[in-house]
Every structure is written in structure tokens, then in C-alpha cells.
């Protein structure tokens, strides 16, 4: 074997993925050729060194502390669905029983059986109770607006926290006759309002070290007209309630009475807003929404309307200066019939900045050092070497410089993101779940209504003189024979209200007055729903077999009782 | 009951425990595999919410579970990558997300820090001259220690594939580790010289 054949196969030969009549051969070829001894070294030390490599690489970065946020947000999520809730609950009971074979006893197990076995009791009762038709059976859904629930909580508190009395202690300004002011006091303790523990303040008790309450400073306190004046804050800790300090901070004004101060916002939050608005027209709050944006001064960034006009859903984001930020969503509100989902994040990216900052520094003096070397510089290799160098530091200024414009343009300009749905025409329908029947037989209808904007007013009329304003199903039991036409009028929270009409829908068929046949039915219906209560309950202490123990133990005494008798 | 008994039954504390103690060496799987701080955090997300959903399956006892999350993350990192097919180094992703790279928080002399700056930059520089897939059969190979059959069936890649792929990817991992040296090497000469 010559060295071009050995090269290909090195790496083979390294991780011992080859045959062994190979691995002699190679074996041979390095003894006598140090060329390939020390490329076969080389390749190994690669694999060696690209190991640290990686590990060196790992340590570069960390996972951020929110995660487990996220994640937890999410299972949240997924629980709230039906389906999950019931297979945990699966798991549960799984688990369960799986401890009632292993045959400890133990104080859990007990509990779990008889919590069945109670659960089973009320069970077969309630079947026992239950009527065999179910009369007037109205149902109620509010399932949509339940599933906003939690995201309404959330908003709750953010605007709770949002318009707490801070700080409790209004700082007065008096200005004299020549235009002096004085601020009193100078510096203002910021008490938590009733939003409690949504105020950042010191460590809930993890440490137990009290950290200084948040501040705001005035300086200067007093002085002559025209002086500039700076509020500063100070305190407000801890930095994992970073989130919450920047809502705190820049809705926290002083207080009105100062008119012409604001807070020095020296911190940047790049803030940012979600809204899903139910509106009557897509297309008009399309509209509204680029002047509401043009009139605060910012900008569409894209809007995006599916299917143009035959689309009755639309998605458009703009930015807006953030001091906008509020009345703007405001306004955007005010367009809406209903606001079906709103969020707001406010991101604190002051430290970041502040890295770059100091970044920047760092470059920046390196650079000039590098400029006073190139003007020691004599020959014209140096010179070009250290404007080598320069150029490299030059490069990564000008990236830093980019971040930091990133920033910047972010932190002064709100996105807001709306999720625009329109309103459709209310359209009603219903169903009947049987339309021939018999004289007193019961029918069952059921609404189909699309459309308008919820909750809906019913009115439903039969046709033979009854109305009724049930919700949603209704059971209506016929006692007269004909034909009926029925009615069911919808009329929507908005006002708007649609009939159906379905002409002789219902046909009752049997005749009039007493009649042998219906004594008989009657009895036999009777006997049927007696007979039904009986298996229900022999198929529900089928399912829980412990309670065969007692009855078994209670047939066997009565047998033997008989037999002794006998 | 033990942690996982716990966990099955839907116990959230339970989980976070779980979470807490097994979160960072996920995410160093992640990372190694991915070389991308963002897409690894959402893979350990990923990660954490298919072993919630999925531990009820888990017939393995505490001690086997740190290979089992390894071979999930790793599963979600090549699956990840074959549904994106994005060969996008990932220093370029970062960019774009305008992220930094985390310091060392210690004071050092801005010499020193500078410096190791400079070594980190050149091993990232060094890592992302493979593209993803040379870059993932290393690793695999390398830093998780997987035999060339796993990787293969992990990969859905013939084995003799797999084999191609290493012997590229160290080869261009030599070529560029050379050029970097070099590299150092003027900068020491250069210092020398002023």
C-alpha cells in the first residue's frame, strides 16, 4: 500500500472502522513512512480538539431564566383543553388502581375506594332520579366567552397595577412671585397601591434581605426659573421583575400637578401591544386605523387582508411613538364592537444597552491606542499592519453602533399588532328532532343561528298558540292534531332580530278525546320506565363489583336462613 | 411516590423540579446541536413540553432518564433541522436576532478580555465553517459519542454517508483551523514588531 491509498482510509483506521487483514497493512506502511504517522496524529488531535471545541463553545451561552415561564405557559394552555384534562385524569385514576394491586393497603388507597364507591352511590342515585324524558331542557352556552377567561385576568391586573396611586405622597411645586419653584419633598417613597404584589419591590422573602424601596428623586429641588430639572429613580429592584418595573416606571407619573416635569425616562422599553377587535366593517377599520396611526404620528408596518373584500378577517401592525402608546390603543378600542383579546409587553433593554455601551467604550479605546501606534509607525509594513488592525476595530464598532440603533429605534416606537374580525349577518335556522308525531308526543328544537354579535334573545312560537323564550333547544309537546307552522325570531345584542319561518312543519297525527289505546300506553309506558330504573341500576353495580360483596353476603344469609327453615 | 410518579399525574411542582434539574443539560445538547443560543432555548421548550406530554410512556427509572431526555433533545434537534433544512450558519441567525454573546461577568483588563473575546470568536469562527449537516455528524460523532449506526438511523442517512461526511468535515475543519492560526500568528509577530 502507497500513501495515496493509506489517506483515504485514516480516519477508518482512527475509529477502528475497518477489517483487520486493512488494518495490518496500514499498520505496516506507518512504521515505515513518518509522513503519514504525523497526518494520522494530525487527524487525531482534530478530533480530540474539535471536542473542546464544542465544550468551550457550550459555555458561551446560557439559557435565559424565562423559560420555564414559557413552558408553563404553555402547559397551562393545553390544560384548559377538554381533551388533555380528561386523559390526565386517565393517568390519575391509572395510577390509582395500579396501587390498589400492589397490595399495600396503604391510608391512600382506602380513601380512593371509598371516594369511589361514595362517587358510584351518588351515581346510581341520580340515575335512579333521573326522569326518562328530560321536559324543558335548556341549555346555555357561554363557552366562547369563557375561553378569554385567563387572558382577561391578565389584562386586569396589568391595568389594576396600571392605575395604582403611585406614588401616594404628591410632591407639590410652590413657584414664588419671580419665578422660583421649590419641589417638597425631595424625594418620594413609592408605597405599593392595592395592586400589591404586582409592584416590584423588595424580594418576597426568598432572601429575606430587605432591599431599599423605590425612589424618586428631584433634583434640583429648588431654583430659578427656566432650570432644567431631573427625576430620577432609584431602587427598583429586583432586576427579574424587570417587566413589571418598566410598566411601573413609565406610567408611574409624578402627578398632574407638576405640569410642566415628566419622568426622565432614562430607562428603554421597547413596548409592544396585541389586540384582537371585533368590528362591523373590516374594511372601514382598516381605514380608521390608518388615520387613527397617521394622526399619533406613526406608521403602518403591514397589513395583510386575506381575500381582499370577500374576507371578513384582516391582520395589521403599526408602529406609533411610544408615548402614543395608550392613546392609541385607545383609540383602536373605540373602533372596536367588542374587544375580544388585548395584551401589552413592555421589555426593559436598558442593560443591553448599557452593554453595548460599554462595549463600545472598550473598542473605542483600543482604537485610539491603535491610532497612536500608527503614528509612531516608521515603515510602511507597520503602518499597513496597524491600519489592518484599525479597520478590524472600525468593523466592530460599526456593529455594535448598529445594535444599539436597533435599540433605539425600537425602544422609541411601539408595534402594535391587531387582529381585525368583522361582523356577519345574523342568519337563523332551527331544526325540529322529529316532525310526525303523535297526539302528545314531545318534539325537540334546536336553534342553528350564525352571525350578529351575541348573546341572543329567543322567541320561539309553535303554532298552537304557545310561545316560548327558551334558549338555544326547546321540547314542545303537541296535544292537538293538525299541522302547525313554527316560528323561532332571533334578536341579536345589537338590535338586529331575523325570523324563520317553516310552514306546516310539524304534522300531529291520532285522534281526538279518550280512547282504550291510550289508557293502555300510558300503563305500559309506566311499566317501561320502571322496568329501565331496575336495569340501570343492575348495570351500575355491575361496574362497581365491591358492592356484590355485601349483597352476596346478604343473599347467602337469607338462602341459608330458607334451607334451615326448610 | 418518586419525581416521575409525580410528574405522570400531572403534578406542575413536580415537573419544574424536573425542569430545574435536568434544564441545563438539555439545553447543552441543544446548543452543541444547534450552535444557535434562540433556536436551542426553543428546543428545550419543545423538549420539556413532549416529556410532560409524553412521560406516561416512560418506563425507565430516575437513573436512565438523563439518556432518555438526551435522546429526545437530540431526536428534536435533527427533526428540527430536517423540517427547516435551514443551512444558515447560525452566527448569521444571531445577527439577525441582534443577539450578544453572554461575558464573562468578572472584571478583567480590556486586554484580556478583549482577548478572550478573540479566542471565543475564533472557535465559533472555527465551528460554523461546516454547514449544518457536516456540522451535526460531527457532533454526534464527537461530542455525544454516538456509533456511526445511530447516527445513520437518526439522520435516515446510510451509514457509508455518515462515514463521508466525517472525513469531510475534518478536513475542513483542519484547513480552517490552519488559516486561523496563521492569522494568530502574524497578530504575535505584529506585537513583536511594535
Redesign the interface.
Known sequence: MNCNEIEPLMIRYLEQDINSAEREKIKAHLESCPKCRDELEALASEMKAFREDVDQMCDTAKLSPDVWSKIDERLSAEDRSFGNAFKRTGRQIKTMVAGWFTGRPTWQVIASQATIAILLITVIAIAINLPSSSGEDTTNTKNASNANNADNTQLAKYSEFKNAPNPTVAPVIEVDEQGNFTVTPRELTIVPGPAGPEVPMGPQGDEGIAEPRPTITVNPASGPPGSMVTIGGSGFVPSDHDDDFAQYYTHGSIDASITNLSLVDDRMIVQTGNMNLKVRSVAEAIRSIQQITASMGGYVVSSNWEGGEKSNSANISVRIPTENYENTAGSLRGLAMEVLFESAKADDVTEEYTDFESQLRNLETTENRYLALLEKAETVEDMLTVEARISKTRGQIEKIKGQMQYLERTSATSLISIYLVGETELEVDFAANKIEIEKGQTVRFADNATGGSGPYGYQWDFGDGTVSTAQKSVSHQYKKTGEFTVLLTITDSEGDSKTEVKNDYITVIGDDGWSVSDIAHSAWDGLASIFKVVVRIIVWMGIFSLIWIPVLVIIILIIRRLFREA | MNLI?EV???N?LA??QL??RY??RV??VA??MS?D?VE??DI??EV??KV?KSI?KYRGGERELDSWLRRITLNECVSRFRKNGVDKTSFEKM?EA?Y????NESFTS?ET??MMREK?RE??E??NALDQKHYMV??LR??HELS?GEIAEMLRIPVGTV?SR??IA?KT??TM?ARIDEDEG?DLN?GV??
Open positions: 410518579e405522570v399525574t400531572g406542575r415537573f419544574e425542569f430545574n434544564k441545563e439545553f447543552n446548543f452543541s450552535r443560543p436551542a432555548e428545550v421548550q420539556f413540553i410532560y406516561g445577527s441582534g450578544s454573546f453572554p461575558q480590556p478580555h478583549l471565543q472557535t465559533r472555527l465551528l460531527m457532533v464527537f461530542y456511526y462515514r466525517l472525513s475534518i475543519l483542519r483551523r502574524r505584529e514588531a511594535s
